[in-house]
């Protein structure tokens, strides 16, 4: 994902959360709140890349920050069911993905490439937005 994308993506969704404030007159808790909460979301992230360099990148960072920052308007349940997804999503990537014929289950092998994890972070994001929506939780 393209940095300049991820800032204009930032960018714009703060312009929106401030136009949303000034509108519905309340104070600037929703932005707050977004900004915490995709901040946590990038420490986080970022910690997890750094113990394992090489299995997630930096665009997985950034992707992140944007997505936390969508998200973390909808409050800690909705950043923690995000996790939660993302983890669960995860491994069923990660099972597909060894599994698919002509892959081998040795990580070694040459043909062994990365599984793309900014697909499952938006996939996380979109289905967490759903059942948010559909007031699941």
């Not at 409050?75 to 099972?95: D, E, H, N, R, T």
Request: charged share 5%.
């Amino acid at each position: 994902m393209p940095r300049f994308g991820i800032a204009l993506g930032i960018l714009l969704q703060l312009l929106t959360l401030l136009a949303y404030c000034a509108l519905s007159r309340q104070d600037l808790w929703p932005i707050i709140a977004a900004l915490g909460l995709a901040l946590a979301s990038t420490v986080v992230q970022t910690f997890l890349a750094l113990i394992r360099p090489g299995a997630l990148g930096f665009g997985d960072v950034t992707a992140t920050a944007l997505v936390g920052l969508s998200l973390g308007v909808l409050g800690w349940q909705a950043s923690l069911a995000w996790w939660l997804l993302m983890g669960a999503f995860g491994l069923v990537a990660l099972g597909l993905y060894y599994r698919w014929p002509g892959r081998s289950h040795k990580p070694s092998a040459p043909t062994n490439r990365s599984l793309p994890f900014l697909p499952i972070i938006v996939g996380a994001a979109l289905t967490t937005d759903l059942i948010f929506f559909l007031g699941l939780i």
